[in-house]
Every structure is written in C-alpha cells, then in structure tokens.
C-alpha cells in the first residue's frame, strides 16, 4: 500500500531554516515523481517543488516564490525526499505535504491531476 509521511515542521523564526522529510513505501522512488505543496489557512494548495524520478537524470522544478531558497532532494536508499528550506519568511507559514505521481510529471497541473497518494502534512510556522 502506497503511504507518504511528512516530518520536520514546526516553529522558526524568519530568516531560520527546516529540513522537511518525506519517507515513503510501498512504492518506488526510481519510478515516481515526489512533489511538495503547502496549503496556508483559507488559501487553496500550492505547488512548492517537484523532483524526478531517475537517479541518472535528477530533475527539480521550484515555484518562484521558493526558488533560491528551497532545495529538494531525494535519497532512494532511504526512500525518502527532503525539502531544505533556507531564509524562511513569514508567509511561507503553511501545512506542507508531499505527494506522488507515477512516472515524470513535469507541470504543477499535471502533477495534480496524476497524484496517486498524498502524506497527512506537517505545519511550518514561520513568526518572531
């Protein structure tokens, strides 16, 4: 049975940095693409980043609003994907989940709309 788990929220200050973690099981990291979106209250899901499947061919794409600061990154080992997020600011408070398509999903609407299972979230709070 296919199962994400998010860990790694919590409380920090602006400026501060979190390493989100996304282990997964019951399916293959090697064939699956792992996105990351985050929903902050009374706002509809956001795409975050996206990773690819293929260890020879690492693709990442990132919103704009996170890119230079967020880094994703996936350990097939370890069946887990991390999302590194560095100079976090006020308005990247928000649940965070990750999720899984099958195969390399390359848009953030594709991605939606391929998604074969999501993680329960873990909240990140970014306030002095």
């Known amino acids: 049975q296919l199962q994400l788990v998010e860990s790694g929220g919590g409380l920090v200050q602006p400026g501060g940095s979190l390493r989100l973690s996304c282990a997964v099981s019951?399916?293959?990291?090697?064939?699956?693409?792992i996105g990351w979106f985050r929903q902050a209250p009374g706002k509809e899901r956001e795409a975050v980043s996206l990773?690819?499947?293929?260890?020879?061919?690492?693709?990442?794409i990132y919103a704009d609003s996170v890119r230079g600061r967020f880094t994703i990154s996936r350990d097939n080992a370890q069946n887990t994907v991390y999302l590194q997020m560095n100079s976090l600011k006020p308005e990247d408070t928000a649940v965070y989940y990750c999720?899984?398509?099958?195969?390399?999903?390359?848009?953030?609407?594709?991605?939606?709309?391929?998604?074969?299972?999501w993680g329960q979230g873990t909240q990140v709070t970014v306030s002095s």
């Open positions: 019951g399916f293959s990291l090697d064939r699956h693409t």
């Open positions: 999720a899984a398509a099958p195969g390399w999903v390359s848009t953030w609407l594709a991605m939606k709309q391929e998604v074969v299972g």
């Open positions: 990773i690819s499947p293929r260890d020879n061919t690492i693709t990442r």
